[in-house]
């Protein structure tokens, strides 16, 4: 074997050992939190915010642990954005068609009036633009996920990402909770109330735990409602991307194109034509989940509770504003049907 030759092993093996010590960390945070959401048996305990949970507790407990930065790091960016793109192949254009006009321009109605609305409300109430950006991305499209996602081209700060999701993870529970009283006080039909819940609820599995509470027929209903909604991650975070570019912050270099949102839109037109074989679909979700939780335990582990106490009440304030306008908004339109 030459010299070159034995190089290159070499270099791999450092690159690999370099890694490795972050990627089994949050790798063993994210099978923590999966395993604790089976053994209690709750869906809605959602593991992504378990994981951040169990990161902020180490990284405040110990400190920063330097030689993990590198695997955290890859886990934050890397990782995350192939989980987005792999997110794609859950879903089909002709899910989306199955809702109708009505279903649709309510989800879409529903998610950019809510963007709109908490952006100005978090300039009115003083919150930093980038949280306030954060935390309209997860109460309109699709929660932690949709954090995580935005901030790629919002690039805000590791404590302005933990308090969105805990924004959205605590809204979100309000209305897995209160949706299916609401719904059943308001007796609406099946397929109105799925759609409410798949338009309003923040996380897909707080949308399936209260969709399936109004029966089979709403389950089926908010399930494809949200997935729907997942799909227009893709061009809120290509918009915002490019309003960040024109916008050209000093200090901060041009935001990226986030070329994994293309792949995600590739995946769901490749899943349309040519759907995933069924035996492959579990395995599929079940990674995808992983590679999402790994990523939460690394924003966990990055995460500085003094730093994110210092932001005070207003992007609290902020959270409940746009829960209540997701929900109020989504319902009347639904009913507008």
């Known amino acids: 074997m030459s010299p070159h030759q034995d190089a290159l092993p070499r270099s791999l093996y450092r690159r690999i050992s370099l890694y490795l010590p972050g990627l089994a960390l949050t790798l063993t945070l994210a099978l923590l939190a999966m395993t604790a959401q089976r053994l209690t048996g709750l869906m809605a305990l959602s593991p992504l915010v378990l994981a951040l949970i169990l990161g902020m507790l180490m990284r405040n407990a110990l400190g920063p642990l330097p030689a993990t930065g590198p695997g955290i790091t890859f886990s934050m960016k890397r990782i995350l954005r192939a989980a987005i793109v792999l997110l794609g192949l859950q879903l089909t254009f002709a899910q989306v068609a199955t809702l109708g006009l009505h279903g649709v321009l309510t989800i879409v109605l529903t998610l950019a009036g809510t963007f709109v609305l908490v952006k100005r409300a978090g300039r009115a109430l003083g919150v930093d633009r980038k949280l306030a950006e954060l935390i309209a991305a997860g109460t309109s499209v699709c929660g932690a996920s949709a954090v995580l996602a935005t901030n790629t081209v919002t690039r805000g700060t590791d404590e302005d990402v933990a308090y969105a999701i805990a924004c959205v993870s605590v809204f979100g529970t309000l209305s897995m909770l209160g949706f299916p009283l609401i719904g059943h006080a308001l007796a609406l039909p099946p397929e109105s109330y799925g759609l409410w819940t798949g338009a309003s609820i923040?996380?897909?599995?707080?949308?399936?735990?209260?969709?399936?509470?109004?029966?089979?027929?709403?389950?089926?209903?908010?399930?494809?409602?949200?997935l729907a909604r997942v799909i227009l991650l893709a061009p809120l975070i290509l918009t915002l991307g490019a309003f960040a570019r024109?916008?050209?912050?000093?200090?901060?270099?041009?935001?990226?194109?986030?070329?994994?949102?293309?792949?995600?839109?590739?995946?769901?037109?490749?899943?349309?034509?040519?759907?995933?074989?069924?035996?492959?679909?579990?395995?599929?979700?079940?990674?995808?989940?992983?590679?999402?939780?790994?990523?939460?335990?690394?924003?966990?582990?990055?995460?500085d509770l003094r730093r994110l106490r210092a932001k005070g009440l207003r992007p609290l304030l902020l959270g409940a504003f746009g829960w209540i306008t997701v929900s109020a908004l989504g319902l009347g339109l639904v009913l507008l049907g």
Do not use: C
């Open 202 to 226: 923040h996380e897909v599995a707080q949308v399936v735990a209260a969709a399936f509470q109004g029966g089979e027929v709403a389950g089926q209903s908010g399930t494809v409602a949200k």
């Open 246 to 303: 024109r916008r050209g912050e000093s200090g901060t270099g041009p935001a990226p194109t986030p070329w994994f949102v293309i792949g995600f839109i590739a995946m769901v037109a490749l899943n349309s034509l040519l759907p995933l074989p069924e035996a492959l679909h579990g395995p599929v979700v079940a990674l995808t989940s992983l590679m999402l939780t790994m990523a939460l335990a690394a924003m966990g582990l990055e995460t």
